[in-house]
């Protein structure tokens, strides 16, 4: 297998962090795994350099009998147990309901929504604080204030954005830098092989113009690009199948073959080359991934060292692209 050092780090954005070519979706903690096996997962990922992991305060309310924080606390829980705290850089999240009225962006709920972080993670300090999803009812320099009294007081380094348009996150950064206000130094969309149009038309080319770090999510696309959905009859394998459903039709599946193929020839899986693919783009700083196993940790860790020939993009990039580039370009 070709090989990349892994431990390499990238600047997200502006900022001051130095983060790994790949992100650890800490949404799975507390969800789709327990404390002990999330605690394993954190020692490996420390070890192997990937100490970027993200989570949210929202996380996992949408489980039955859970109320949001889940997360948070049991990575809290291993920072507390590990005292390794100055090892790891902590990404979460505000914005996103965790009751009736315990949500938005307002400059009082931001001051309420980080003291219950803080307090989970067990920690006086986030790396990165973002806002979870645009919030029309709050003004952006109202959402942009609260946050430069955070980084005043030392309680966040960085703030990013997750899931704005571009429309809202230029405006955010004019009024930064109209007003002196901290500005947003990542955004988290979602893309991957199969979604791409959105991101790149829209979003790509205003963060490559001012130099905005991207951390996407559904980089595996709930798991089809790890190849483990061919056919409907493979649906029922995870909760998640139905989820990949919209994903096979003609296109995706010439996805899954140009995946295959490109895996065969370096000597990798499915799931790696995506994740690589993901990696090689110019505008990706770190797109996010998760496992529930170590098993699956081991193909993250040797996704960031897979190291992508020109040829194994091109034909990614021809099988991926839409219908009338695919024509264009065969």
């Known amino acids: 297998m070709n090989t990349a050092n892994s431990t390499m780090t990238r600047r997200l954005g502006n900022s001051p962090l130095h983060v790994p070519s790949l992100t650890f979706g800490g949404n799975v903690f507390g969800w789709t795994i327990d404390e002990s096996t999330s605690f394993l997962l954190l020692d490996k990922l420390v070890d192997a350099g990937l100490n970027f992991i993200d989570t ?3 996380y996992s309310r949408w489980v039955p009998g859970h109320q949001g924080g889940e997360s948070e606390t049991i990575l809290g829980n291993w920072v507390k147990r590990s005292g390794k705290r100055d090892q790891i850089i902590i990404a979460t999240k505000v914005g996103m309901a965790m009751g009736e009225s315990l949500k938005g962006l307002s400059k009082a709920y931001i001051q309420e929504a980080v003291e219950a972080s803080l307090r989970r993670l067990n920690t006086d300090y986030i790396d990165l604080y973002q806002s979870h999803e645009d919030d029309p009812s709050t003004p952006l320099a109202e959402t942009l204030d609260a946050y430069a009294r955070l980084i005043k007081q030392g309680k966040v380094r960085v703030i990013g954005a997750s ?6 996150l230029l405006e955010a950064m004019e009024l930064s830098k109209a007003e002196n206000y901290p500005s947003y130094q990542s955004l988290q969309p979602e893309y991957n092989l199969y979604d791409r149009a959105e991101y790149e038309k829209t979003l790509e080319p205003l963060v490559l113009q001012r130099g905005i770090g991207v951390i996407s999510y559904y980089g595996l696309a709930s798991g089809f690009l790890s190849g483990k959905y061919r056919s409907e009859k493979d649906l029922g394998k995870s909760p998640r199948g139905q989820a990949v459903k919209r994903y ?3 296109r995706g599946l010439r996805i899954l073959s140009a995946l295959d193929q490109v895996a065969a020839r370096l000597d990798a899986n499915p799931a790696q080359v995506a994740l690589a693919w993901l990696m090689e783009r110019p505008s990706i700083t770190a797109p996010i991934a998760s496992a529930t196993t170590l098993a699956q940790l081991d193909d993250l860790i040797a996704a960031t060292r897979l190291k992508l020939d020109v040829d194994a993009i091109a034909q990614l990039n ?4 839409e219908s009338d580039e695919a024509s264009r370009l065969s």
């Not at 899931?163 to 809202?168: D, E, G, I, T, V």
């Not at 021809?318 to 692209?321: G, L, M, P």
């Open 56 to 58: 949210a305060d929202v």
């Open 163 to 168: 899931n704005y348009s571009a429309p809202r």
């Open 248 to 250: 096979l039709d003609p």
């Open 318 to 321: 021809q099988a991926s692209a």
